[in-house]
């Protein structure tokens, strides 16, 4: 029993090398480093990158979806909406049904950056798969998918 345990009455927290909450943190630095190094010349936050990706792949959406799409709180989703829309990056309109609502789209210069950074960002998914395995990774991917149920 370590001196850790004898101060909680026996019991204790997993060890932090194997803690789910840290390992998931180390993950996602190994993950987000060459994905930052990837962005550094092109002006654009990982944040940034991601919803530009989701508008990409989703096409035009509601600020709510985007926001869950893209992984971030809806304040900083308006935030980062409005930098991109300063960069001529993204549109935003209000919906034709309810005007309260706006619709952001990705523009022609939003693409461009996607497509010049396509080798790379698929370099770095390749490499990922390399490393753990098609099937690991894809085992990976349904776990980490079971942790939106939590």
Excluded at 56 to 77: K, N, T, V, W
Excluded at 104 to 123: S, Y
């Amino acid at each position: 029993m370590t001196d850790d345990m004898d101060k909680m009455g026996g019991r204790a927290l997993p060890s932090t090398k194997r803690s789910v909450p840290i390992a998931l943190i180390r993950a996602r630095e190994k993950v987000m480093g060459p994905i930052r190094e990837m962005l550094s010349d092109s002006g654009i936050t990982e944040q940034q990158w991601r919803i530009l990706r989701v508008l990409e792949e989703f096409g035009p959406q509601d600020a709510s979806s985007l926001a869950e799409r893209a992984c971030l709180l809806l304040p900083s989703q308006t935030r980062i909406v409005q930098t991109l829309l300063e960069k001529g990056l993204v549109t935003r309109q209000a919906d034709e049904k309810d005007r309260r609502k706006q619709t952001v789209a990705i523009t022609e210069a939003g693409r461009k950056i996607i497509l010049d950074k396509l080798d790379e960002a698929q370099a770095i998914a390749a490499r990922i798969e390399d490393v753990i395995g098609k099937k690991r990774l894809s085992e990976l991917l349904d776990i980490l998918d079971d942790f939106q149920k939590l």
